[in-house]
Nanobody
């Protein structure tokens, strides 16, 4: 069972950038995803990376966020540019050993503990 550990969160001003990392305990050939949850809101899917390397993004982050992975290091990344105050949330990575890779919280069963992102205006 894969274990996931996120890092890279922090505080940034609006317009700034952060890169989140998610280190896996084993080679990550799974469907991979990044999610976020703001206080009082549901956890939402923001980006997925399928086994065939195709990516999907939710509309609010398209053109600003990029999901990628380093296979040699078993690390998943989320590069976040042009950050907005509404991007502030706890960010989670997730994995699921499937070929399909939808933007859906229900699809994923392996989760990290999260890393906090704060964006000031």
């Amino acid at each position: 069972q894969v274990q996931l550990v996120e890092s890279g969160g922090g505080s940034v001003q609006a317009g700034g950038s952060l890169r989140l990392s998610c280190e896996a305990s084993e080679y990550i050939w799974y469907c991979l995803g990044w999610f976020r949850q703001a206080p009082g809101k549901e956890r939402e899917a923001i980006a997925t990376l399928a086994r065939d390397t195709s990516t999907t993004y939710t509309d609010s982050v398209k053109g600003r966020f990029t999901i990628s992975k380093d296979n040699a290091k078993s690390i998943l990344y989320l590069q976040m540019n042009s950050l907005k105050p509404e991007d502030a949330a706890m960010y989670y990575c997730a994995a699921e050993p499937t070929w399909t890779c939808p933007l859906s919280r229900a699809h994923f069963h392996f989760w990290g503990q999260g890393t906090q992102v704060t964006v000031s205006s």
